[in-house]
């Protein structure tokens, strides 16, 4: 979904300018598209925005759902995301998150993200930022990729 120029830098490097991204899209979003943006959007409330609608999670997400990312590759049921949320809030009082840009095509999107901690941890700074990639089946998010920027590095 974002191509670097050949005579960009090793990865990790600055990020390339947001104008040097190269982005296929079209006008209009179909259907199906608009109903996985939907889906995104209401995770997005859940786990970036803190909402406690956590009851919601199961719905968003298919049996089973897949993460792949720094730590490896998991699988869990759609009643297990919730507890791992509210985990996830616990350890991070006052986290935000934000999506900087959001792409959809066909069953797959794509968005920038940036996370930031009011109270650092050794192995975590104050702010994250990355790439995620999720896979929907049926409107529901089937599978999520994710890739972070060093620490306390932002797109900026």
């Keep these: 979904m974002a ?36 889906t995104l959007t209401r995770w997005a409330d859940l786990y970036q925005n803190r909402s406690d609608d956590f009851e919601a999670v199961a719905e968003l997400t298919t049996d089973p759902y897949v993460t792949h ?6 699988s869990e049921r759609p009643e297990e995301v919730a507890p791992f949320l509210i985990g996830f809030r616990k350890l991070s009082p006052g986290y935000e998150g934000q999506f900087d840009d959001v792409f959809v095509v066909g069953d797959l999107a794509a968005r920038r993200l940036s ?14 930022s990355g790439v995620a990639i999720y896979r929907f089946e049926d409107h529901r998010i089937a599978e999520y990729w994710n890739i972070y920027l060093p620490i306390d590095q932002g797109w900026d």
């Design 3 to 38: 191509n670097r120029k050949p005579d960009a830098e090793p990865w990790p490097s600055s990020p390339r300018p947001r104008e040097q991204w190269s982005i296929a899209s079209v006008a209009t979003l179909s259907v199906d598209e608009e109903a996985n943006l939907k």
């Design 69 to 74: 990312g720094g730590g490896g590759t998991s």
């Design 115 to 128: 996370y930031r901690y009011p109270e650092p941890l050794p192995n975590r700074g104050s702010l994250q």
